[in-house]
């Protein structure tokens, strides 16, 4: 049932101002890209953009466009913020994380400008709960200037393929290495940790493959405890699609079906390691 | 065999796979030899003429971490190969999954010498042979924690299994359980009267839950108290032996029952309530002989001298 928020004061404008029927169209991403406290976000006429940093190595964005909210008004041409990500989704998750068929949680959410906090009203079965976030000066993000025109090696995945061996990662190794290839083995994952080495390697034809476009053989390695945190964006996602540059820069694009059966996108960016010794086959 | 110890043996040989582990104290000793039909292929590679077919030990955890989820591998897996290289120094464990996906395992390992445990079937006085699953129903009554075992053969022909309670241990906070097989529980009794032994149940735990999930009979074959137990099945592509050392008598004297106070019963008459094949009686310790204290749960008839009184029977 949308809830009907509490009017603004008369002659107040919202910098931004959105509702959502069910929080956990926006919780559930939020959590998929949920590896540090901090976040920054930038709302757009578009839609909202969620953005978590780490050891300026890897870059994770949960999407969640404008046709998603039942409501979404952007005052200016953007707004843009640092919240603290784990704060924002206790709030979201303030009447319980369990999913009951039937009963969701209604959204408002309301932000004047620089320098308020983001206020959220929070509504289930007729119990209303307010929260205000601080917010700070957003970080300087970094931009992986990743465009389909650079892209050298592509892959698309059904995500069921992947999600097992994600979990079952050897985390004993530091690396995760990819090789993508035309030529054999096509795709494959390593991991170098205490007990030896494991490759999980894909057949180009595997039914699991649903689009292969591999120009060059590369292989790239990338710190395993950065790409860890993807694993809860795949568990959420349907399909999966990894790319990779000329420069080994990574970017693994994640489709997400929400309960009413839309569709958001989270992505996440990873720079190659940069020790790179010959990798054993 | 990872309930043994921490490294798994590998040992290829002509008659098959054997795969072996050993405890720290040199206790316990497992062998699993999976016959060539087995396996749908199987080339144990060639020894030389100076040489011996090859062998390592792994760490039995790295081994196990790659078949970590046994439902999800019977459902995902179709194939696994196994290949030992000597000069890559790396034992490869190829799993061919779904969809076309492969898996590929190179362990790290160990040269090491051939581990055998030394003991002889044919020399023990006594053997039994029982469905797994009658062990494990008797097994069942012993707490998860309890280190030792002793299995003994009553006149009566019963075969009784008690915990093993340790010398130092304060008779009024002991419970001692026991309970009787009668003989036709067991497909085969070949045992010396008044023999037993002290073994640890931890250890055999594992074999006998082995033994139950491939429906296999348990044979256990043992001799004087100090002297090994061995315990093995036997199926047309598997031979599995398991040797556990046991209490010598100098160290299980604790076991008379004077000593500690724990009265001993002697194996009910034939004449109990013939609807139960075996049956358990649990009870404290306590001073003095035969005159145990009745079971709270369990009805009990026990042989007793001539001037017990009548309201004191009960059937």
Redesign the interface.
């Known amino acids: 049932m949308p809830f009907s928020a509490q009017p603004p004061a008369s002659g107040e404008r919202y910098a931004l101002s959105a509702s959502l029927d069910n929080a956990r169209h926006l919780s559930s991403l939020l959590r998929a890209v949920h590896f540090q406290d901090h976040a920054t976000c930038l709302a757009t006429a578009s839609g909202l953009r969620v953005t978590v940093e780490d050891a300026k190595c890897i870059q994770a964005n949960a999407f969640i466009q404008a046709e998603i909210f039942q409501e979404f008004s952007v005052q200016e041409e953007s707004v843009m913020f640092r919240i603290s990500l784990s704060v924002l989704l206790d709030c979201l998750t303030i009447f319980g994380t369990s999913s009951l068929p039937g009963t969701s949680t209604a959204l408002r959410m309301c932000y004047h400008g620089y320098g308020y906090p983001l206020m959220l009203f929070l509504e289930e079965g007729g119990v209303v709960t307010v929260c205000k976030i601080n917010t700070q000066e957003p970080d300087e993000l970094l931009d992986f200037d990743f465009c389909s025109t650079k892209v050298v090696n592509k892959i698309i995945l059904q995500s069921e ?1 992947l999600r ?1 061996a994600f979990a ?1 990662l ?1 985390m004993t190794s530091e690396v995760l290495q990819i090789t993508m290839s035309p030529d054999k083995p096509y795709f494959r994952l390593s991991t170098f940790g ?10 180009r ?4 493959i649903e689009a292969f476009h591999c120009t060059q053989t590369q292989t790239n390695r990338y710190k395993i405890s950065l790409l860890k945190p993807s694993t809860k964006a795949l568990a959420l996602s349907c399909k999966v699609s990894i790319r990779t540059d000329a420069q080994g820069f990574l970017s693994l694009q994640y489709m997400i079906r929400n309960e009413d059966g839309q569709i958001c996108f989270v992505e996440y960016y990873c720079c190659p390691d940069e020790n790179i010794t010959e990798a ?1 086959l | 065999l990872s309930r043994i110890g921490d490294e798994l043996y590998l040992e290829p040989t002509e008659s098959g796979l054997s795969l072996r582990a050993v405890n720290s104290s040199r206790s316990a000793f497992a062998s699993f030899l999976f016959a060539p039909l087995f396996f749908q292929l199987y080339e144990p590679g060639s020894a030389g003429p100076d040489t011996e077919l090859f062998r390592c030990k792994v760490h039995m955890k790295s081994f196990l971490g790659i078949f970590r989820s046994l439902p999800s591998l019977e459902k995902s897996v179709g194939k696994c190969l196994i290949l030992l290289k000597p000069r890559a120094n790396r034992l490869v464990l190829q799993l061919h999954c779904k969809y076309g996906v492969t898996k590929t395992h190179n362990l790290a390992f160990q040269e090491c010498e051939r581990l055998q445990a030394v003991f002889d079937t044919q020399r023990c006085a006594s053997r039994l042979c029982a469905p797994a699953r009658v062990l494990a129903e008797a097994v069942v009554h012993f707490p998860l924690t309890l280190a030792e075992v002793t299995l003994g053969t009553c006149p009566g022909g019963k075969i009784s299994l008690r915990n093993y309670v340790e010398e130092e241990a304060e008779p009024s906070k002991t419970m001692v359980t026991e309970l009787w097989l009668a003989e036709d529980e067991f497909q085969s009794v070949a045992v010396a009267p008044g023999s037993h032994i002290t073994f640890c149940l931890k250890e055999f735990r594992g074999l006998l839950s082995f033994a139950e999930a491939s429906n296999l009979p348990l044979t256990i074959h043992f001799d004087e108290p100090g002297r090994p137990v061995i315990f093995t099945l036997d199926d047309t592509v598997l031979e599995v032996h398991l040797v556990l050392a046991t209490l010598s008598d100098l160290e299980s004297n604790s076991q008379s029952p004077s000593t500690n106070g724990v009265s001993h019963l002697p194996a009910p008459s034939d004449d109990f309530p013939d609807d139960l094949e075996s049956y358990m009686v649990a009870m404290e310790t306590s001073e003095g002989g035969l005159e145990g204290p009745h079971s709270p749960t369990f009805p009990l008839r026990i042989p007793r001298p001539a001037d017990c009184e009548p309201e004191e029977e009960e059937e």
């Open positions: 393929g097992e079952e050897d205490n007990a030896g080495s494991a490759h999980l390697d894909y057949p034809d595997s039914d699991l054993e």
